[in-house]
Structure formats: structure tokens, C-alpha cells
């Protein structure tokens, strides 16, 4: 801390000399610059950025609205307390095919130098007119009144690398592609809030619409009547289940809180890797995943994008990975003379505890007890019954939908009966066909396969 800084002894006679008075300006800025580097962790960075992305073109940066903290805890504002002039940089882009990074440079405070110039190096310049003040305690005179600037400069890697005595942030980074310049989509800078700039908030808004998502059909899962049958495969749905609900409103939360810092937002996705990881063996607690370089990384206030991206990599593998159930599903395809075909060769000859058929239209469904309606047969023996108006395998309507599947208001279950004689034809063919001749034309039908062993 340089004396400059410190507080000044006042005492009664002293002849005051702009000194003083500089010493007093120079104190509360100190105090209130060391308060918010102090106010919360990794408070530097942008807070609104606004430019013009019409004269990139001209490979030319023009700024219109700028908030900003440095790392110093100095607070940047154009048009305001700084001067920001546009930025012409096609001559310091050497490599076109390579990104070009602009940073905001700012010369530090340093007593044993002048700070008030007019050259760039300087840390504040005199605004070149005098601004009329009213007195706006009493009904005093008008008086004319200096004032000070940030003289804040837009500096290349290579001009960064060139000075020295300065702090700076990222501001934009710049690609060339197809004879235009654009901001690269996939850099952040660091970001005091969220809503500082479009491509940290894009990428949050799309993990919670996945995260919520996957909540959702997680819901269908819930039989509060049967609660006190729970097994094990309910158990996981709804511990899953209950991360998600525990983390999804707060991560809303702070997606629309203004001002929200990107730290605490990281620490919850991180938390919720910590939680999903309990059901996978291949993904550790802190995010680290088995065999592959997949991994969490560390918050890095300075490379947001990539945290952020390898944190909704990580969570939603997780839940592709999540053996939710004992389950094998069956997606049957319509054949143009409308009978459903099921290929049960993912199976293996791995047999099921019972065997459902979901039936999913927005149209009204059955909901009788006998299957009366349709058939359902091997694949060799469907036409045979339809020609000759036979039964097939006797389904049975479940309702309400057995725990272990969704449940949905456009569909319905029935079990199969697995001692139908046509079954055994089944297990040889290793095909399943169903067939109903006043089917809704957006019939989609599967075969559940409950506790595959």
C-alpha cells in the first residue's frame, strides 16, 4: 500500500495543498476498490459489454457500452468514467487463420510517475472540456469543474505481451471465417454476471432444458400410491429423481437473478456431478471418469466456457449412463400393410420376469381387460390369424401402469401371457408382431421387457 493511499492527518492550521485533497481521492478509492475485490470470490470481469458487430467487417471494434472490474477492484464504465476509442486491427492480425484475442489494458496506479497525461501510457487523462456543476446542496453559484478519465486502452496479444505496468482482461475473442470477422462462439470472458454476454447464458439455458428434461420423464416414474412397494429399481429413479428436483429451481434461480456471478452456479452443477456419480462406477465424486480423459475441470474464472462445457458434457453422460431400470424396451415398426414388427435379437436369449405392451396415441385408446381388439403373435403366424379372425397371446390391460415404467396419459399397458404355446415360437423367431385393425394412425407401440436377467 503506498502512502499516498493512506488516511491523512487533519489537524487545524495545516495549509492545504491539492495534495491533500488528491490523498483523499486516492484513500476512499483504495477502500472501496480493496471492498469488492474482497466482496466475493472472482469479482473481476465484465458486467455489460455492448458493440457494434457491423464494423468488424472492416476489421474495426467499436464499443458502445462497457462495465467492467479489474482485477486492481478499479470499475470501468463507457461512456461514463473511461474513454474507450474504437480499435482498428487489421494490421496488428498477422495470422488471419489464427484467433485473434483483444484485451482491455489499464496502466496501474504509481506515485513516482506522472498518472494525468495525455499519452497512452498514462492511467488517466484530463477531460478536454471543463463540465458547468450547479451546486446541488444549496443555491450557490455555477462553477466550472475538471474532471478525470480512465484512459483504457484495446490491446492484441502480441501489444499485451509488448507493455508492461498494466492489468488487463480478455474482452472478445475474433475469428476470420469465410471473409468476414465473427466473435468466436465458443470464448468467454471472465464475467462478473451472466447475462454479461450471450454465450455463457446459451449454454446454461440449454443444459437446464436438457437437466429438466430428463426431470421430466423421470416424473412419470412416480406411484406415490404404491410407495410402501418401492424396489430397488424405484429406489434409483427416485433418488435420481430427487437430485434433480434438489438442484433444477435453484439453478433457475440464479439463471434469472441480474447480477449473477458464474462461481456459485458452477459449484451447484458441480455438486450435482458429485450426486449422479453415486449411481455410476465409472464416474468418481469430484467428476473424474475411469479410462477417459472426460473430466471435470477446475473452475477457471478466465476460461468459463470450457468449465462450464466440461461440466455439461460430464452431466449429461451421466445420465445417459444411468441404468435406471432392469428394462429391455422393444420399438416395434410398421410394415405398410400396418402390422407392427418387433425384432427381439437385442435381447440375446435373455428371458424377462414379464413381458408389457405399451400402447402410446393421442387418440382415445382401449381400456377393456381383453385384448379384443388387436392381436399379437409371432411374425410368422401373425397373417394366419388375421386371415383367419383367430386370437393370438392373450394380453391383459393394467391399470394403473405396473411401477417400473412411465406412466403417461396417452398410453396404456397389458401384460402378455408367457404360457401362450405361441410364446415358444416367439423365443425361436426372435420376432413379435402386433396387429389392430382400427389402430390410430399415430399408434406407437413397444413390448417392455421387466427385469431382463
Known amino acids: 500500500m503506498y502512502p499516498e493511499l493512506q488516511q491523512i492527518y487533519w489537524y487545524s492550521g495545516v495549509y492545504l495543498q491539492p495534495q491533500h485533497l488528491q490523498s483523499v481521492d486516492l484513500h476512499h478509492h483504495y477502500m472501496l476498490s480493496r471492498h469488492r ?10 458486467i455489460e459489454l455492448v458493440f457494434n458487430p457491423e464494423t468488424l467487417v472492416d ?11 479489474l482485477p486492481s477492484g ?25 484467433p485473434l484475442t483483444l484485451w482491455l489494458a489499464l496502466r496501474r496506479f504509481d506515485p513516482g510517475h506522472v498518472n494525468v497525461g495525455d499519452s497512452p501510457n498514462s492511467r488517466w487523462f484530463k477531460a478536454p472540456e471543463e463540465g458547468v456543476m450547479k451546486d446541488v446542496y444549496f443555491d450557490g453559484p455555477e462553477c466550472s469543474v475538471s474532471r478525470i478519465l480512465y484512459n483504457v486502452q484495446i ?7 509488448a507493455v508492461v505496468d498494466c492489468e488487463f482482461i480478455p474482452l472478445l475473442r475474433l475469428r476470420y471465417d469465410t471473409d468476414r470477422v465473427i466473435p468466436d462462439a465458443s470464448f468467454c470472458p471472465p464475467l462478473v454476471s451472466l447475462g454479461s454476454t450471450p454465450v455463457l447464458k446459451n449454454l ?29 429399481g424405484d429406489m434409483t429413479q427416485l433418488l435420481v429423481m430427487r437430485s434433480l428436483n434438489r438442484v433444477l ?14 462461481w456459485p452456479v458452477y459449484g451447484l452443477l458441480a455438486q450435482l456431478i458429485g450426486e449422479l456419480s453415486s449411481f455410476s462406477d465409472r464416474c468418481s465424486f469430484n467428476g473424474e471418469w475411469a479410462g477417459e480423459t472426460m473430466r471435470l475441470l477446475p473452475y477457471d474464472h478466465y476460461d468459463l466456457y470450457a468449465c462450464f462445457a466440461s461440466a455439461k458434457t460430464l452431466l449429461l453422460s451421466l445420465l445417459n449412463n444411468l441404468a435406471l431400470e432392469d428394462n429391455v424396451w422393444i420399438t416395434f415398426v410398421p410394415t405398410s400393410q400396418r402390422i407392427f414388427i418387433g425384432d427381439l435379437s437385442s435381447l440375446g436369449g435373455q428371458q424377462g420376469d414379464s413381458v408389457l405392451l405399451r400402447l402410446r396415441s393421442e387418440q382415445q385408446l382401449p381400456g377393456t381387460t381383453e385384448s379384443s381388439g ?7 403366424a401373425i397373417g394366419k390369424l388375421i386371415q383367419h379372425a383367430l386370437p393370438g397371446i392373450a394380453a391383459t390391460a393394467l391399470n394403473p401402469a405396473p411401477r417400473g415404467v412411465p406412466q403417461s396419459k396417452n398410453a396404456v399397458y397389458y401384460q402378455l401371457n408367457q404360457q401362450d404355446e ?27 421387457f421387466m427385469g431382463v436377467s
Not at 478499479?74 to 489464427?98: H, I, M, T, V
Not at 388387436?374 to 410368422?380: D, R
Not at 410364446?423 to 413397444?446: G, H, M, N, R, T
Open 204 to 232: 446454461l439455458d440449454g443444459l437446464y432444458a436438457e437437466l429438466a428434461n430428463r426431470a421430466y420423464k423421470l416424473e412419470e416414474y412416480k406411484r406415490p400410491e404404491q410407495s410402501n412397494t418401492a424396489q430397488r
Open 155 to 161: 490491446l492484441t496479444d502480441s501489444e499485451k505481451e
Open 37 to 46: 475485490q474482497l466482496a466475493q470470490p472472482w469479482n473481476v470481469g465484465l
Open 422 to 448: 405361441l410364446w415358444k415360437k416367439i423365443d425361436q423367431e426372435q420376432s413379435l408382431a402386433f396387429y389392430w385393425d382400427d389402430a390410430p394412425d399415430d399408434l406407437q407401440v413397444q413390448a417392455v
Open 249 to 262: 429451481p435453484l439453478l433457475h434461480h440464479y439463471c434469472r437473478t441480474p447480477g449473477m456471478h458464474p
Open 374 to 380: 388387436f392381436k399379437v403373435a409371432p411374425g410368422s
Open 74 to 98: 478499479d470499475y470501468l464504465e463507457f461512456p461514463g468514467n473511461c474513454s474507450l476509442q474504437p480499435r482498428q486491427f487489421r494490421q496488428a492480425w498477422k495470422q488471419l487463420e489464427k
Open 59 to 69: 476489421f474495426t471494434l467499436k464499443i458502445e457500452h462497457l462495465k467492467a472490474l
